[in-house]
């Protein structure tokens, strides 16, 4: 189904599918990622890599991701960090096109 609208975002340079997602600002228990326009399945993979590393010895973990394409279905990142003992939280802003989704 997002097939086409990768591909799409992509011809128009939109999403840049080889860019590399980079912590860019780091505190104890937050972090800001710059997707660097790319595929939001990878910029949120390094949001859950920092929170499930944090928040065990934390107590509490955030980390907003900025300029990234489509993110995919948010639940399976709230069930990645559920699957190590966690409670998570995921919401978006929505497309560009004015589709948007509820928080998971």
Same mark, same amino acid.
């Given at each position: 189904m997002r097939l086409p609208q990768y591909i799409?975002?992509?011809?128009?340079?939109l999403v840049e599918?080889? /860019?590399t997602?980079?912590?860019?600002l780091r505190a104890p228990?937050?972090?800001v990622i710059d997707g660097a326009n790319c595929l939001g399945q990878v910029a949120c993979e390094v949001a859950i890599d920092f929170v499930v590393a944090v928040a065990p010895t934390e107590g509490? /973990?955030?980390a907003l991701v900025?300029?990234?394409g489509h993110s995919g279905r948010l639940g399976q990142y709230v069930e990645d960090v559920a699957d190590q003992g966690l409670i998570g939280v995921a919401c978006?802003?929505?497309a560009l096109d004015g589709h948007r989704v509820a928080p998971f």
């Open positions: 799409d975002e992509m011809s128009k340079g599918g080889h /860019a997602p980079s912590l860019t228990t937050t972090a509490v /973990a955030v900025r300029r990234m978006g802003t929505g």
